[in-house]
């Protein structure tokens, strides 16, 4: 008799621990999203940066987000000749967060440089590409819109 009380009482704690656990679990915040984004297309630079402004603001902020440059794209990031919509966009989104990665293969290839580049870029040394699986690694979403 003395072990099935015990047993009952084993399980009624069990459920009582279970059910403040999972109060805690819906009280707490969400989990920080990591994101990375992915831009080689010129032609979807704008987009791009439309795409991270909605994000930063449908997270209201709670969010990590990383955009790794090359190709073509890298161009549209030159800081003379560039539009003022797209500096001042791209300057917005670096105060809230944003870390800007530049392929170092497509710099080398485009004979751009970090200072040729708007404030706020990184080189990724090793390759955009390389850059983007590394950010996979450490659980960060892929997103090439």
Known sequence: MRRR??????????????GLRAVQAATTEPSRQK??????DVDKVNFVLGNIKNHYGGTAGNVD??????????????SKGISAAIS?????????????????NTMQGMD????????????????????LAELQGQGYAYLRP
């Not at 009380?5 to 069990?14: E, I, K, N, P, Y």
């Open 88 to 104: 001042g966009r791209f300057a917005g989104l670096v105060q809230q967060g944003l870390e800007p990665h530049a392929c170092a």
């Open 65 to 78: 987000i990383v955009l790794v440059v090359h190709g073509p794209a890298l161009a549209a990031f030159k």
């Open 112 to 131: 751009i440089s970090l200072a040729d580049l708007l404030a706020g870029f990184h080189a990724a040394d090793k390759g955009g590409v390389v850059k």
């Open 35 to 40: 994101v990375a984004y992915h831009l080689s």
């Open 5 to 18: 009380d015990m047993f009952r009482a084993v399980l009624a704690g069990t459920g009582t621990l279970l």
